[in-house]
């Protein structure tokens, strides 16, 4: 039986505003995200998902603010990521409309925050971001290796090791990008995701690079179970009908 895929928009907020960039950098403006995400509902996105790329405590009003709007106005799932670094902070996301809550850098911190979140709000809700990159041989098991702050820190720590402890404390989902092919619309990295898709069963989201439709069929077709995108949505290069017609004539089950 064919799998489901879910086809998500992603909306990188800064100051209130939807940006993109190429590898985490040379940010362009690219609209208000509650416009963005009422636009994207109606193409028929499957979810929204908001990141606070600042993740700072001055911006944090603003993206509660977006959420507590969009979730008034949206009747699809929404995921909410950047700075979440308390049980705390998933319980406030949650409170103001989010379904989901992602979170990176404070998990790599302190891992037993994970089984925290899962134990006092439930396990399924937490999606747990990883920003990996391939690194030289030998640096890392896999060849892949996680970093936080927006990509911009390396941390050792091997990426798919990270995935099977993060699942195994209580992370829902994996949102896997690519800090390689992130903004360079040219296709996901395969190879990466198909070896995630090997150390995990949990629902697999392939993040970074999408530049076709058929880009989503590869992500499919290497394990993602949910396939994210942003600029391609985002400056008009695709539509989400685009994408899910593409998954359906290829076997795969859409909404």
Do not use: P, W
């Given at each position: 039986m064919s799998k489901v895929v879910r086809v998500i928009p992603c909306l990188d907020i800064k100051s209130g505003r939807v940006v993109k960039g190429v590898q985490f950098t040379n940010l362009s403006d690219a609209g208000d995200p509650i416009e963005l995400a009422q636009r994207?509902?109606?193409?028929?996105?499957?979810?929204?998902?908001?990141?606070?790329?600042?993740?700072?405590?001055?911006?944090?009003?603003?993206?509660?603010?977006?959420?507590?709007?969009?979730?008034?106005?949206?009747?699809i799932p929404i995921t909410v990521g950047g700075g979440v670094r308390s049980v705390a902070d998933v319980q406030r996301l949650l409170a103001s409309g989010a379904k989901k809550v992602g979170i990176?850098?404070?998990?790599?911190?302190?891992p037993e925050l994970l089984s925290e979140i899962?134990?006092?709000?439930?396990?399924?809700?937490?999606?747990?971001?990883v920003d990996a990159r391939r690194c030289e041989p030998g640096h890392t098991k896999s060849g892949y290796e996680v970093t936080t702050h927006g990509g911009s820190q390396g941390t050792g720590r091997d990426a798919l090791e990270w995935i099977t402890q993060a699942v195994d404390l209580g992370a829902g989902e994996v949102l896997l990008n690519s800090v390689d092919?992130?903004?360079?619309?040219?296709?996901?990295?395969?190879?990466?995701?198909?070896?995630?898709?090997?150390?995990?069963?949990a629902p697999l989201?392939?993040?970074?690079?999408?530049?076709?439709?058929?880009?989503?069929?590869?992500?499919?077709?290497?394990?993602?179970?949910?396939?994210?995108?942003?600029?391609?949505?985002?400056?008009?290069?695709?539509?989400?009908?685009?994408?899910?017609?593409?998954?359906?004539?290829?076997?795969?089950?859409?909404?």
């Open positions: 994207y509902q109606a193409e028929g996105a499957d979810e929204i998902t908001f990141l606070d790329i600042t993740a700072s405590n001055e911006d944090r009003a603003t993206t509660l603010t977006v959420l507590e709007v969009s979730a008034q106005e949206l009747s990176a850098t404070a998990a790599v911190a302190r899962a134990d006092q709000c439930g396990r399924g809700l937490t999606v747990l971001s092919f992130d903004g360079t619309n040219r296709g996901f990295d395969l190879e990466m995701l198909a070896a995630a898709r090997e150390v995990t069963n989201i392939a993040s970074g690079g999408a530049g076709s439709a058929q880009d989503f069929v590869a992500a499919a077709q290497a394990g993602a179970d949910g396939v994210l995108a942003a600029s391609v949505f985002h400056f008009g290069v695709l539509k989400i009908a685009e994408v899910k017609s593409a998954l359906s004539a290829a076997g795969f089950k859409v909404a």
